[in-house]
């Protein structure tokens, strides 16, 4: 089937989140749809699967125009869609997620289940997906989860299927058989649109590249474009994507954690006696598919986890048992990997978000008053130097595009003497400029002497900035390995496989 979207506009108030956007995919082709975080790419997709209407706009299916009142009407002219958030009922079977709103019945109205049992078990043959039509959704890893999504579509039939950011909780591993799956699926005729920001991917499996812009169809690329040409056009400049780093000159100075346990609310082991030291002037990345502790372990680092055990030494002096403020004040430099719930204050200028760790004494406050010159002077040098791009200071941080908002966040934590700088996720949401320039940064603190943790779950990322790479996998540390490990070893890692010859524990 033939899928063209003819001028298709969507606006939300004021905001012009799709602009007159052409695209055309054919059977048997996978069409990239490339662009940075809100570029606008969910959001047509969501006009095209009926979750939006458009303001403006066709959508035709073999030359036919369709009328979409929600995602049934889709689904029923052949359209399935893979989300980045999973759309399945955690506590249902396989078979059962498979046949919600699809349902088989016998007579009488009674549920078919073996009916879709045996669905599931036909197209998991077809595919090798080797999935338990009985198994629960929530007791399945995240990549056989994401299988189910796919059995999804296929058992209504789809013969358009939309992937929307689906590599985002895979293993690299996990990643390749889903490019396998969708090669498959391309070559027995299904017109599939891919989108994601990652350019290794968009190289890897696309026939068709297509690259959005604010909203806008900005161009096509060939798939034999090189990540720079990609990146050019995803931003409209030229990027560098590799940031230039020496070899790190270690200091005496060092953050040490030994024996760290993070216990949840329920009872549950979430961080399970990790150990690790990172000297100043190298970087340690915390890789792993999101959801293995790294959120929690840096919560522990800076003090916002309750129960902790074991010990976290910066410098020789112990930190567990500290409160937020204590360790702040001890020289700990944050970013958070949730910027608009725990980074910023989306209702406050960036004036403002520049001192909000800084609200009790010199500069900003002297004598209980508020020193408005020393602030706003403050927050327009590190506008400057850290290229927020806004109309100026007293802008309501929320305004921001994700990358300003980042670089106020980096701006405020990087503007105080540390001995400690703790980065989760710092360039999630962002585009691939600021991205650049985030990188740097973090090369420039550690080239400072200043021990630097990072956490991120995007494997080139990780690579890009580490001196060494600590694999977390249900809450353990699987090994902590050099940064020019082999690709396929810290997938089988991520995966909760222990290499040899490795610092850490095993899982």
């Known amino acids: 089937m033939r899928l063209e979207l003819k001028g298709i506009t969507k606006r939300f108030g004021a905001l012009v989140a799709n602009d007159h956007i052409d695209l055309v995919v054919e059977p048997g082709e996978i069409h990239c749809l490339l662009g940075e975080n809100g570029a606008g790419k969910s959001t047509l997709m ?257 003090g916002l986890q309750e129960n902790v055990t074991g010990s976290i030494r910066l410098d020789g002096r112990e930190l567990v048992g500290r409160s937020v403020r204590q360790v702040l004040d001890a020289g700990v430099g944050f970013v958070p990997e949730d910027r608009n719930t725990d980074g910023l204050v989306g209702e406050f200028t960036i004036a403002e978000n520049l001192m909000l760790d800084r609200a009790d004494g010199a500069p900003f406050v002297r004598g209980g008053s508020l020193q408005l010159a020393t602030r706003d002077a403050f927050a327009r040098e590190k506008v400057a130097e850290f290229d927020v791009r806004t109309q100026g200071i007293d802008t309501k941080v929320g305004r921001l595009s994700g990358g300003n908002q980042q670089k106020v966040v980096l701006a405020r934590e990087l503007s105080r003497e540390l001995r400690l700088f703790v980065a989760a996720q710092p360039t999630r949401g962002v585009d691939v400029g600021s991205i650049e320039f985030i990188h740097k940064r973090v090369v420039e603190t550690r080239d400072a002497g200043v021990p630097v943790v990072v956490v991120s779950t995007e494997l080139d990322e990780a690579v890009a900035l580490a001196d060494r790479i600590m694999v977390m996998y249900r809450g353990r540390v699987v090994g902590i390995v050099p940064s020019t490990t082999p690709r396929d070893v810290l997938g089988l890692m991520m995966a909760g496989i222990a290499p040899e010859n490795t610092e850490g524990d095993a899982a």
């Open 46 to 302: 969501n006009v095209l699967y009926g979750l939006y209407t458009a303001d403006e706009g066709e959508i035709l299916l073999d030359g036919a125009v369709q009328r979409f009142t929600g995602p049934g009407d889709a689904m029923a002219a052949g359209i399935g869609m893979v989300h980045q958030h999973f759309m399945l009922v955690p506590v249902f079977t396989v078979a059962e997620n498979v046949m919600l709103g699809h349902e088989h019945t016998r007579s009488g109205g009674r549920l078919d289940l073996e009916a879709a049992r045996t669905q599931v078990r036909e197209i998991s043959a077809r595919f090798g997906f080797h999935v338990d039509p009985d198994a629960v959704v929530e007791d399945l890893p995240v990549g056989v989860q994401q299988r189910v999504e796919i059995i999804k579509a296929l058992a209504r039939d789809a013969d358009v299927l939309v992937f929307d950011e689906p590599t985002a909780v895979l293993t690299p591993q996990e990643t390749d058989e889903l490019m396998a799956i969708m090669r498959q699926l391309r070559d027995e005729g299904a017109a599939i649109v891919f989108i994601t920001h990652k350019l290794r991917e968009v190289r890897e499996v696309a026939d068709r590249i297509t690259v959005i812009r604010h909203g806008k169809v900005v161009g096509e690329a060939s798939p034999a474009a090189s990540d720079t040409e990609l990146a050019s056009l995803m931003v409209g400049r030229a990027v560098e994507l590799t940031v230039a780093k020496d070899e790190p000159v270690l200091r005496d100075n060092a953050l040490e954690v030994e024996h760290l346990q993070v216990t949840g609310p329920d009872g549950q082991v979430l961080v399970d006696d990790v150990s690790f030291t990172v000297r100043g002037g190298e970087v340690l990345v915390v890789a792993g598919v999101q959801g293995n502790g790294q959120t929690e372990l840096t919560e522990a680092l800076v």
